[in-house]
Each structure stands twice: as structure tokens, then as C-alpha cells.
């Protein structure tokens, strides 16, 4: 059991509403194993190239020099506690870097572990998460305008994209907590 837990909240950038996660994890949970845990608390599909950002560094899966304003180094070590460090500190994770998901990571508190609690673990949220492929913030906005109005001339292609039972509003921590207690 890790001797300290972090409260984060993960909110997707640039949306209104916002689409948000309050999530627990251990401190030293490595990078990797945080990338996934945002992929199944978030809705991703982990198809898609992702990092994390903390002023002017990258950290990723392998060390690629991506911008010359900022230095890459591969996350295989790290941890999220050599990122955030204080409370209210936070870092950017980016994910599909074609249509560009920013997702701003507050530390919000840390605490004890709980004996016979299982981390990592949703506390809460809002929204569903975007559908992979839509064109990033942009185009989740021009499809959230086709569904709200059924007349538009676009409403049928956009219902068969997203699937008949596609919510934006919709999320379920329950089902998000059943994400991660997979594998």
C-alpha cells in the first residue's frame, strides 16, 4: 500500500461545459500507469500518442526532442510525485496530438492511504468523454450544435458516428472505477 494518496482533478481544456474527473491515486504511481488510468477514467481508447507537459519539458513513452522550446525525457522512471509535488501544483497531459486533447492535472490534496481501499479510484465527474477522431475541441463543439438540433442536415451522419447511445452529458463513475479494476 502507498503511504500517501494524491486527489487530483482532470479537466479537459477549452470545453464549456467542462468535462471533468476527480480521481485518487497512489503518489508513486509511475507515468505509464497514470496515462492509463486517465484513459479508462476519462473514456480513451489508448490508440492515440499522449504526453505529459510541466513547464518546459515533455515527459513521454520514448525520449523524441518534439518542440525546440522544450526538452523530452522518457517517463519510464518517473513518477507523478516528481511532478507534482505541493498541492495545487499541476502538469498538462496531451493526448492525440492531431486533434489535440489538453487535460490540466491539479494536485488538489493528498492523504493517507485508506486500509482496504483500492487505488486508483473516480470520486467523481462530469461529461462523457469526447469520441476519438471528431476533430478535437472544434469539432466536439460542431457536433454537440448537430445534436441539439435533430433538423440539421448533418443530425442522422452525426448519430451514426457517435452511436445511438452516445450522451455528452453522460458519466458514470461507477463504470469508470470498473475500467480500472480491470486487468
Not at 32 to 41: M, S
Not at 48 to 77: G, M, N, W
Not at 91 to 111: G, S, V
Request: with cysteine; proline share 6%.
Amino acid at each position: 500500500m502507498s503511504a500517501e494518496i494524491f486527489q487530483v482533478d482532470v479537466s479537459l481544456l477549452n470545453l464549456d461545459p467542462v468535462i471533468w474527473r476527480q480521481i485518487e491515486v497512489p503518489s508513486d504511481i509511475s507515468l505509464a500507469d497514470f496515462h492509463l488510468v486517465l484513459q479508462k477514467t476519462m473514456g480513451w481508447s489508448n490508440r492515440r500518442q499522449h504526453r505529459f507537459v510541466k513547464e518546459t519539458t515533455f515527459y513521454a513513452p520514448t525520449a523524441e526532442l518534439l518542440d525546440e522550446e522544450y526538452s523530452c525525457i522518457e517517463y519510464k522512471h518517473i513518477k507523478l510525485s516528481d511532478l507534482l509535488e505541493l498541492d495545487k501544483d499541476k502538469i498538462i497531459y496531451n493526448y492525440d496530438f492531431k486533434d489535440n486533447w489538453a487535460h490540466e492535472i491539479i494536485l488538489e490534496t493528498r492523504k493517507p492511504a485508506e486500509e482496504g481501499t483500492t487505488y486508483p479510484r473516480v470520486l467523481d465527474g462530469e461529461g462523457n468523454c469526447p469520441p476519438e477522431g471528431c476533430g478535437g475541441v472544434e469539432g466536439f463543439i460542431e457536433i454537440l450544435e448537430v445534436l441539439d438540433n435533430p433538423d440539421h442536415m448533418d443530425y442522422e451522419g452525426t448519430i451514426e458516428f457517435l452511436g445511438p447511445d452516445y450522451d455528452p452529458d453522460f458519466f458514470d463513475p461507477e463504470a469508470a472505477n470498473e475500467r480500472l479494476a480491470e486487468d
